[in-house]
């Protein structure tokens, strides 16, 4: 499984921004999507995921009702809509996936396929 992420960028607190996660090679195997984010000198934290069964979601607390995590079967395609942004919304952000059903999402170790990082800058 191959992921290409894209959508970061420079925004104003308050903007949005979408990003976009592609699945190429074998993306019918995915079980789970998540996204992740890592800030300069911080750990990288889990920020919400989507099973592919399901549909079912997941977000961290700060980021839930300003995010929204959906799914394009059709492009194997995940997205996460950032709504409100703030300027501690700012990090690397990396789309990774699963193929192992039962595992915890929040969890990075449960990825096994990482997409490359695209930068989210949020300005006060």
């Known amino acids: 499984v191959q992921l290409q992420a894209s959508g970061g960028g420079l925004v104003q607190a308050g903007g949005s921004l979408r990003l976009s996660c592609a699945a190429s090679?074998?993306?019918?195997?995915?079980?789970?999507t998540g996204w992740f984010r890592q800030a300069p000198g911080k750990e990288r934290q889990f920020v919400a995921a989507?099973?592919?069964?399901?549909?079912?979601?997941d977000y961290r607390d700060s980021v839930r009702g300003r995010f929204t995590i959906s799914r394009d079967n059709a492009k194997n395609t995940v997205y996460l809509q950032m709504d409100s942004l703030k300027p501690e919304d700012t990090a690397v952000y990396y789309c990774?996936?699963?193929?192992?059903?039962?595992?915890?999402?929040?969890?990075?170790?449960?990825?096994?396929?990482w997409g490359q990082g695209t930068q989210v800058t949020v300005s006060s």
């Open positions: 990774a996936a699963t193929l192992l059903t039962g595992w915890p999402v929040r969890l990075p170790r449960a990825y096994g396929y």
């Open positions: 090679g074998r993306p019918f195997s995915i079980a789970a």
């Open positions: 989507i099973r592919w069964s399901g549909d079912t979601t």
